[in-house]
Nanobody, 124 residues
Framework: VQLQASGGGLVQAGGSLRLSCTTS????????MGWFRQAPGKEREFVAA????????YYADSVKGRFTISRDNAKNTVYLQMNGLKPEDTAVYYC??????????????????WGQGTQVTVSS
């Protein structure tokens, strides 16, 4: 399964971006999909995840209320709508997928396929 992330860019603090991640697999709808990010010199950290139905979502405390994850199984695509961006959101954002039954949605260990990353830069 290949993942292709897009939608990053440069935005001022308070602005918005929408990231997209499209997969090539025919069984997209069965996967847990997640977004992670990695800032320079820091560990890759969890941002958000969504179950196959789209009804169950998970968020890091740092983005709760500002970011929204969603998915369109017909388009094999997961989205991350980012509003109220802050300079500390600056990072490379990665999409990833894990088996449907993976319980620790915020733990990158269980995600077995990763996209190439898209840069998000928020200026103050």
């Amino acid at each position: 399964v290949q993942l292709q992330a897009s939608g990053g860019g440069l935005v001022q603090a308070g602005g918005s971006l929408r990231l997209s991640c499209t997969t090539s697999g025919r069984t997209f709808s069965t996967y847990l999909m997640g977004w992670f990010r990695q800032a320079p010199g820091k560990e890759r950290e969890f941002v958000a995840a969504i179950r196959w139905s789209g009804r169950t979502t998970y968020y890091a405390d740092s983005v709760k209320g500002r970011f929204t994850i969603s998915r369109d199984n017909a388009k094999n695509t997961v989205y991350l709508q980012m509003n109220g961006l802050k300079p500390e959101d600056t990072a490379v954002y990665y999409c990833a997928l894990a088996p449907m039954g993976y319980s620790a949605a915020d733990d990158k260990v269980g995600y077995h396929s990763w996209g190439q990353g898209t840069q998000v830069t928020v200026s103050s």
